[in-house]
C-alpha cells in the first residue's frame, strides 16, 4: 500500500507536510505490536497475513459458504456458519474512526455486507421455525435500519406464523408509513405480495417444518398430559402484542423482569408506574425476550383499568386461550381456578395482565409451583400480593428522553436547536407517552421547528389538548387512572380536584376535611391512596406534590366544581409543595 493511498486514508482534508513523517512514525508503532509482519518497502507498506488471519476475510468467507448452504433443500444448515460469520463484529465498520476519507466506501460496503448477512440468517431461522425467537431481533435491527424492506418482510411473517395476524398486518402499515415519509415510496412488490398473503391467510407463508427436522426434534408430551374433559388439545397460545420498533431506555427495569419470570420462584413480577410511563412496552419487550423460556405458550390480557372485572372473568379468559371451549369453562371462580391450576401445573406457560386495578383480579392466577410465570402491570403496587417483585418505572431521564424524541423525529430536527429540544423535554415530565406524541408530531410536520412546538406547549393553556396524537393521549390515559380511584374511593377523587383548583397552594388537612365533609385522618389516608395512584408522590417529611401533567388534568377537573360539605375554614396545614412547571 503506497504512502500516498494511506494518506488518502489517513486525512479527511488535504494531508499535512508532515504526513510521510506522520505515518512512518505510527508504523513504527505497530511494527512493535505486528513484529516483522509489517514490512517496508520503497515509499510503501506492506502486511503479510496467514489464512484466517483478518477478520474481513474470515467474515466474507462464512457468509459466502453460509449464503450457498441457504440456497440448498437443508437451509437449516446455514445458522451456525452465518452466526459465526457475524461474531466476528464488534460494532460498525470503522467504528471510531474519522469520516470523510478514502476508507468510507470500504466501511459502507462492510457495513451493507453485515446487514445482508443479518437478514439472511433471519431467512435460515425463518426456514428452521424459529419465528417467536426472532420478533425482538428484527424490531432492534428495525430501529436502527428502518429502511429495511426484506427485514420488514421477515418480521411480517415471523409475527404471522407466532400466530398474531393484526400486529404482522400494524408491520407492514407501519414499513409503508416509513417508506413514504422518508423516501416517498410505496413498498416493493414482494413486501406487498407478502401483505395480500396474509390477509388471505394464503398457505405459502405458514410454516411447514421439512420433514427431517419433524423426525429429530418432535417431543413426546409432557407425562402430565392427562387432558381435562372439555379441552380439545392443548393450544398453543402467542397472544403477545407486536414489540415497539422505537424503544428506547428502560433497560434495568426490562432486564429485572425477564430475570424475575425466568426464575425458578416466585416468578411473579408487578409492574408499576405513572399513566404514561411505558409499563406496558416495558412489559411486553421483555415478554417477548423472554418468550423462547414459555414454549407452551403466552397469554396476553388487557383488563382496561375496568375495577368492574372479577376474578372469574379474568380465568375465564385465561381458560378460553388455554382451549378450553366456552360452553366448558366452569360456572364458579373456584372451578375456575381449579382448573386453570390443572391445566398449568409445570407448564412453560407465560401469562401478562395488564391493566389491574385490584390485587383480587388476577390472585387466582399466581403460580402454585415451578412452571408458569405472571406479569402484572397496574398503576398501583398491588401490596397484598404475596412473594412477588415489583418495580417501579420513574420518570424518564432527560438523556433517554432525547434519544426517544430523536428516534421518532429525527437527530438533525433536535441538533438544530438544542436549547428548544432542552426546553420540550422538560415540558413533557418525563412521561414517555407524552414524548411519543410530541415526536410524532414532529415527524408528521417536517416544516414546524422544535421552538415553535415548545412555544405551543409553553404557554400553559390548553397544553393537554396539544399532547394527543391520533390515539394516543396523555389526558385520556390521566382520566383512566382518576377514574380508577373514584370508583374505589370517593373522597381520593374529591380531593384529587380540591387539590387541582390550587395546585400551588399549601393543602390544609382541617379544612378539606371540611370542605369534603371526612375526618382528617381520612384526608390524610386518601393523600396516600392518591400517591399508591401514582397520582400524587410524597416529597419531603409531610410533603406532597403533584406532578407536572398530572396538575394540568386535576386544574381541568376542578373548573367543574363540585359540592363541598361545608364553607373553608382554617385548620392545621401539611406541606403540599407547588406542582413543578
Given amino acids: 500500500m503506497s504512502l500516498s493511498r494511506l ?169 409503508r408509513a416509513t417508506l413514504d415519509e422518508q423516501l416517498g415510496i410505496e413498498p416493493g412488490d414482494e413486501l406487498a405480495a407478502l401483505h395480500r398473503a396474509i390477509l388471505d391467510r394464503a398457505p405459502e407463508v405458514s410454516y411447514t417444518p421439512p420433514t427431517a427436522v419433524i423426525a429429530t426434534a418432535q417431543a413426546p408430551p409432557p407425562a402430565a398430559e392427562a387432558k381435562p374433559a372439555g379441552v380439545v388439545g392443548w393450544t398453543v397460545p402467542r397472544e403477545l402484542p407486536a414489540d415497539l420498533v422505537t424503544f428506547i431506555g428502560r433497560t434495568a427495569e426490562t432486564a429485572d423482569v425477564v430475570a424475575t419470570v425466568t426464575a425458578a420462584t416466585p416468578a411473579v413480577m408487578v409492574v408499576t408506574g405513572p399513566a404514561g410511563s411505558g409499563k406496558t412496552a416495558v412489559t411486553v419487550r421483555a415478554a417477548h425476550v423472554a418468550a423462547t423460556d414459555f414454549p407452551d405458550g403466552q397469554v396476553f390480557i388487557d383488563l382496561g383499568y375496568r375495577a368492574s372485572v372479577t376474578p372469574g372473568e379474568v380465568l375465564a379468559r385465561v381458560l378460553r386461550a388455554l382451549g378450553v371451549a366456552p360452553a366448558d369453562v366452569p360456572d364458579g371462580a373456584d372451578e375456575r381456578a381449579g382448573r386453570f391450576r390443572s391445566l398449568a401445573a409445570g407448564r412453560r406457560l407465560l401469562l401478562v395482565v395488564d391493566g389491574v386495578t385490584r390485587a383480587a383480579q388476577v390472585r387466582p392466577l399466581l403460580p402454585a409451583g415451578p412452571g408458569p410465570a405472571l406479569i402484572v402491570v397496574g398503576q398501583r403496587h398491588l401490596g397484598s400480593l404475596d412473594g412477588v417483585r415489583r418495580v417501579a418505572l420513574p420518570p424518564l431521564g432527560a438523556a433517554r428522553a432525547r434519544d426517544l424524541l430523536a428516534t421518532l423525529a429525527g437527530p438533525d430536527r433536535l441538533a438544530a436547536n438544542p436549547a428548544a429540544t432542552t426546553e420540550l423535554v422538560r415540558l413533557c415530565a418525563g412521561s414517555v407517552l407524552a414524548l411519543r406524541i410530541v415526536g410524532s408530531r414532529l415527524a408528521r410536520w417536517p416544516g414546524m421547528s422544535v421552538a415553535a412546538l415548545v412555544g405551543q406547549l409553553g404557554d400553559g393553556r390548553g397544553r393537554l389538548d396539544l399532547l394527543a396524537y391520533e390515539d394516543l393521549s396523555v389526558r385520556a390515559s390521566l382520566a383512566i387512572g382518576v377514574a380508577v380511584v373514584r370508583s374505589e374511593d370517593e373522597v381520593a377523587g374529591r380531593l384529587f380536584e380540591l387539590l387541582g383548583a390550587s395546585p400551588e397552594a399549601p393543602a390544609v388537612v382541617d379544612r378539606a376535611a371540611t370542605q369534603l365533609g371526612v375526618s382528617s385522618q381520612r384526608v390524610r389516608q386518601a393523600l396516600e391512596d392518591l400517591v399508591e395512584a401514582h397520582l400524587l408522590y410524597r416529597d419531603g417529611p409531610g410533603g406532597y406534590r403533584l406532578p407536572a401533567l398530572v396538575g394540568e388534568y386535576a386544574a381541568e377537573l376542578a373548573a367543574v366544581p363540585f359540592p363541598l360539605a361545608h364553607p373553608p375554614v382554617s385548620g392545621t396545614p401539611i406541606t403540599l409543595l407547588p406542582r413543578s412547571a
Fill in 7 to 175: 494518506a488518502e486514508m489517513v486525512w479527511a482534508d488535504d494531508a499535512p507536510a508532515s504526513a510521510v513523517a506522520n505515518l512512518r512514525s505510527h508504523a513504527a508503532g505497530l511494527r512493535r505490536v505486528l513484529g516483522d509482519r509489517l514490512v517496508a518497502r520503497p515509499n510503501a507498506y506492506e502486511l503479510r497475513l496467514a489464512p484466517h488471519e483478518l477478520d474481513v476475510i474470515e467474515f466474507q468467507r462464512l457468509a459466502e459458504e453460509g449464503r450457498s448452504r441457504l440456497a440448498t433443500e437443508d437451509p437449516m444448515g446455514a445458522i451456525p456458519t452465518l452466526t459465526t460469520a457475524l461474531a466476528h463484529w464488534r460494532g460498525a465498520a470503522g467504528d471510531g474512526l474519522p469520516r470523510g476519507t478514502a476508507l468510507d466506501n470500504r466501511w459502507a460496503s462492510l457495513d451493507e455486507q453485515r446487514l445482508q448477512v443479518f437478514e439472511e440468517l433471519a431467512e435460515a431461522r425463518l426456514a428452521a421455525g424459529k419465528h417467536g425467537d426472532l420478533l425482538s431481533e428484527l424490531r432492534g435491527h428495525l430501529a436502527v435500519h428502518p429502511l429495511r424492506e426484506r427485514a420488514w418482510g421477515q418480521l411480517m411473517l415471523a409475527l404471522y406464523r407466532c400466530g398474531d395476524v393484526p400486529a404482522a398486518l400494524t408491520v407492514y402499515r407501519d414499513a
